[in-house]
């Protein structure tokens, strides 16, 4: 079946430092690719995107690309700030008409000034 | 965003007691869901449903049951509480392939 895996956390960054997280994932087909965010007290809101192989997710200085051949799907940012605190979750998609998303277990970021 | 709503935002129960949480969607959304989330588990899922009175199982279904008699209101019921279903409850919808999904805030439920 589909699963996701993602780096363990916790990760600890100062402000303005490189971000990645890895993810990789198992899945039969063609699967669409997420990364959600998840702020303290609150549910998860979709971060980016990619539906392709070779698309690029971006949004708010977050980038991931969508790598068939390596089955991964890293989340990156240039430089971090402390409001993007926070736990984040890569997901992958089975289509059809039972449609659901396979998460990770989730990475914990904490960014400090 | 999308309205979604969950209720209660948090309960304690006792053992052994029937528990039943809603999930409201004002978005006309298709599909909806019921994840659990757990200290190093991440998110699972419970339960979906794909249509009005179309539901089916997740990976973690033992000891729940849905329903879905209307397409805005999506019930996860716990039949018979235990501890080990202590845990973060979270709806979510989405129309479908493609779509994002609009998670609800969370339902916190201690089951003592």
């Known amino acids: 079946g589909n699963s996701v895996t993602q780096m363990e956390g916790p990760v600890t960054l100062s402000e303005e430092a490189f971000l990645t997280i890895n993810c990789t994932y198992t899945a039969t087909g063609y699967p669409s690719l997420f990364w959600y965010v998840q702020y303290p007290g609150e549910g998860l809101q979709l971060l980016l995107k990619a539906t392709k192989a070779d698309d690029k997710g971006s949004n708010k200085g977050f980038e991931a690309t969508y790598r068939k051949e390596t089955t991964s799907f890293h989340l990156e940012k240039g430089s971090v700030q402390v409001s993007d605190s926070a736990v984040y979750f890569c997901a992958l998609s089975s289509g059809g008409s039972n449609y659901k998303l396979t998460f990770g277990k989730g990475t914990l970021l904490t960014v400090n000034p | 965003d999308a309205g979604i709503t969950q209720s209660p935002r948090h309960k304690v129960t006792e053992t052994g007691t029937p528990v039943t949480l809603r999930c409201h969607q004002t978005?006309?959304?298709?599909?909806m869901y019921w994840y659990r989330q757990d200290p190093g588990h991440g998110l699972r899922l419970i339960h979906y449903?794909?249509?009005?009175?179309?539901?089916d199982k997740g990976e973690v279904s033992d000891g729940y049951s849905v329903s879905r008699s209307k397409t805005e209101d999506f019930l996860l019921t716990l039949e018979s509480a235990t501890s080990s279903q202590t845990s973060v409850y979270f709806c979510a919808s989405t129309f479908g392939e493609y779509s994002p999904l609009h998670f609800g805030n969370g339902t916190r439920l201690t089951v003592t």
């Open positions: 449903s794909y249509g009005v009175k179309d539901t």
């Open positions: 978005e006309n959304h298709r599909y």
